[in-house]
């Protein structure tokens, strides 16, 4: 059969929530001499206005029942969509089964009722549909015979085509897919909310927008499983702040501290002890680490505790904290403490803009810099590429256009959020003293040697970056020049 075989439908099955259109499409249908079968409310509303129209019961002779979740769920009804019109006839006749051969239905308003944080969970499990899924994904498995429709905006193009000689397979096919998406999209909106429970926040990012936060219970563990000791209910910027620490702590296996401002990092330390990790961390940036979030990968004790204590934090995180610690922080009555477990990163992030969402695998990408690419005529030292392994974990962190500067195995410095790559690497350079001998490096490549220039003036000794550019020879070259050591990761580490 090809593409263009046409299909005047001579039974209709309707079952909608959403009535849009329903009464004059299905008037239509019945001047066409379409028989209509519908289920209990689309029933109705079609008798109310004169629309001839047979009950599903008519067809199941059985009633509908419990309150009506049971009721298009039969052999009368699924055989009738489901059967092959070349090869099930006799057994069709055998058992009474009426063929149908259009199917409109769409679901239970689930994702209106989830939305509204009045609903309880009693209201949106009755919201969940059964019977309709059931309707549509057999309609559209069987469009060889059998047009689906699940969108009220498509019942104009149906009505053209049936005047036009009937609908032809590929746009039985065409609207077969975009029940399957239809039913996908349902099941995800259902299996989102079971699975996780919304808190309502106080606000967004600003106090004129709403806000909650979403429980994953499976595949992941993060600050909505963490145990909040003490402060403030978390806001939507506190939970993004401390994602953005928490995803950066994970590069590290040594006591670390970050100290995360406006969602990106504005000081990393690793050391023997959390106390050492949280004051070097600390020395990056002690100006833009007032009021930030603070994440540690280690026990909080008391020695770390009295150095917090010296400066405005909103949140602490740790996986756990020394009962003397905690007596300290509660001096401070609105200062976040949260415990938590072994943070488990998402395996993909995505975020919703107009007309759908955006998913990408989430970057937990690695470098073994003792194997990198060495592009330049010096070779970096061991030491020097120690620190370029911090100064690449750290950068990968940054908001791009993010340049990191690091010395002796610590961070120094870090840029981030910048438009121009040059802008970013003076910034980096510029906001602190840069010691000779510094390393630097950079989320994605340079697109000209002004930035080498630059660092020149600043005595930076071995750069690492991602290479890439059309111009990476006169990059090459700048190194060369200045003898500086450069290497590449061959990996971009944009963060927006």
Not at 3 to 10: G, R
Not at 184 to 213: C, M, W
Not at 290 to 303: L, W, Y
């Amino acid at each position: 059969m090809g593409l263009s075989n046409k299909i005047i439908p001579k039974t209709v099955l309707l079952s909608v929530s959403d009535k849009t259109g329903i009464v004059p499409f299905a008037r239509f249908l019945q001047k066409q001499c379409v028989k209509i079968i519908a289920t209990g409310g689309t029933a109705k509303i079609l008798k109310q206005n004169g629309v001839k129209v047979r009950s599903v019961s008519s067809l199941t002779r059985f009633p509908e029942i419990f309150d009506g979740r049971v009721k298009s769920i039969h052999p009368n009804i699924a055989g009738g969509i489901l059967g092959k019109r070349d090869r099930d006839q006799q057994e069709a006749k055998t058992n009474k089964i009426l063929w149908i051969d259009m199917v409109v239905c769409n679901l239970y308003p689930f994702q209106k009722v989830a939305k509204n944080p009045e609903s309880t969970m009693s209201e949106k499990i009755e919201n969940i549909d059964i019977g309709g899924p059931t309707m549509i994904r057999a309609a559209a498995k069987n469009n060889k015979w059998v047009t689906v429709i699940i969108d009220p905006r498509d019942y104009k193009s149906i009505q053209n085509s049936i005047r036009g000689g009937g609908i032809n397979e590929s746009k039985r096919l065409s609207l077969a897919g975009k029940a399957f998406d239809h039913c996908a999209s349902y099941d995800r909106a259902i299996s989102t909310e079971l699975q996780s429970s919304a808190v309502h926040l106080r606000y967004g990012e600003n106090p004129h927008q709403k806000a909650f936060v979403l429980n994953d219970k499976h595949g992941s563990f993060g600050l909505p499983q963490a145990k909040q000791i003490q402060g403030k209910e978390m806001s939507y910027n506190n939970f993004l702040d401390g994602e953005a620490a928490l995803l950066c702590l994970h590069e590290f296996e040594e006591p670390s501290c970050v100290i995360v401002k406006h969602g990106s990092p504005c000081g990393i330390g690793s050391a023997k002890t959390s106390k050492l990790a949280f004051v070097n961390a600390l020395k990056v940036d002690p100006l833009s680490a007032f009021g930030g979030v603070i994440a540690m990968n280690k026990r909080c004790d008391v020695a770390t505790a009295k150095e917090l204590n010296k400066i405005f934090f909103e949140i602490i995180i740790a996986p756990s904290f020394d009962s003397g610690a905690l007596s300290i922080f509660a001096k401070k009555k609105n200062l976040r403490v949260l415990s938590m477990g072994k943070y488990k990163p998402k395996k993909n992030l995505g975020k919703e803009i107009a007309g759908g969402w955006v998913v990408q695998d989430t970057d937990l990408s690695t470098v073994d810099v003792s194997t990198l690419k060495t592009v330049t005529k010096k070779i970096p030292t061991k030491s020097e590429l120690i620190t370029l392994d911090l100064a690449w974990k750290a950068v990968k962190h940054a908001k791009s256009n993010a340049i990191v500067v690091a010395h002796n195995k610590k961070i120094i410095s870090i840029s981030g959020g910048q438009t121009s790559r040059v802008d970013a690497v003076k910034y980096a350079l510029t906001k602190v003293r840069v010691p000779s001998g510094a390393v630097l490096a950079s989320d994605a490549f340079f697109p000209f040697r002004d930035s080498v220039d630059l660092m020149k003036k600043y005595k930076i000794k071995s750069i690492i970056q991602p290479g890439g550019s059309i111009k990476d020879g006169e990059v090459i070259d700048a190194c060369n020049e200045y003898k500086i050591s450069m290497v590449f990761t061959g990996t971009r580490v944009f963060k927006h």
